[in-house]
């Protein structure tokens, strides 16, 4: 597994395209938020504004990396290499795993040059080293479990159709289902299941007016709303590393199948 997660996160690294597309995503989302992040860099509140980057963050790179993502694990047969590695020592669930753990280790490399870039930034300018500290909680619990979740699925999901229409599908879920009101349609947005990362923001980092998980007047899908707490905000992180296991899960069994 650690010689697969090693090669995958070189191999990913190397890749231009991560860097271009996510930078690309970072500079536009910058151009279209420019103001705010001014706004962010001025907050007297250091757990505020790095909690409203990190809300930020987690709203369009994911975009980008769970794109970049569909291809990893369908590559190997595409290539036609996947008997040979089958029959490397190494056991299929260790490759999963090891493929798995690189491929989310590369795109968090980017995104943290991304948040901790701006927690610096932050830092420097407002003279709070408190920044930094809020800057790792939001990475433990807001970053880390969505980019988890997405790279589950994202190498998962294009078992069962072509990466490209996965690709598309994703960036209308991922809308969709996390930013969109709950009032204006049926979404999943702020649900347990939204890897957005509202409840762990409300409750665990105290972000309370950015957004604001829990039941939603007159709105569907709130039994999957319940009201904020520790509790609740632990549970969103726990739901969203359970399905990611599940995906990873299916995903061992329909490479096992495809090489019967």
């Excluded at 938020?33 to 001014?38: A, F, N």
């Excluded at 939204?194 to 665990?204: F, R």
């Amino acid at each position: 597994m650690n010689a697969t997660a090693r090669y995958e996160l070189r191999m990913m690294l190397r890749k231009r395209s991560l860097w271009i597309a996510l930078g690309i995503i970072v500079a536009l989302t910058g151009l279209a938020s420019s103001r705010q992040l001014g706004d962010v860099v001025r907050d007297e509140d250091a757990r505020n504004a790095m909690a409203s980057t990190a809300l930020l963050v987690n709203l369009f790179l994911p975009v980008g990396y769970g794109s970049l993502l569909a291809d990893r694990l369908v590559r190997d047969q595409r290539l036609g290499v996947a008997p040979i590695l089958d029959a490397t020592p190494a056991s299929p669930v260790a490759r999963l795993l090891g493929k798995y753990v690189g491929a989310c280790g590369a795109v968090l490399v980017p995104l943290a040059t991304v948040y901790f870039g701006f927690a610096i930034v932050y830092t420097v300018v407002s003279g709070r080293l408190a920044g930094l500290g809020w800057a790792l909680a939001n990475s433990a619990v807001v970053l880390l479990p969505a980019a988890l979740f997405v790279g589950a699925f994202a190498l998962a999901v294009p078992l069962i159709m072509p990466a490209a229409l996965f690709r598309v599908l994703f960036v209308g879920y991922w809308f969709w289902g996390n930013a969109i009101q709950p009032t204006a349609m049926p979404t999943l947005s702020q649900t347990v299941v939204s890897p957005i990362g509202a409840y762990p923001l409300h409750v665990l980092l105290g972000h309370r007016d950015l957004v604001e998980p829990g039941p939603a007047p007159g709105a569907t899908l709130n039994f999957l709303r319940p009201e904020p707490t520790p509790a609740t905000a632990w549970l969103s992180i726990g739901i969203l590393l359970i399905l990611a296991a599940l995906a990873l899960g299916a995903a061992h069994k329909l490479r096992t199948r495809t090489t019967r």
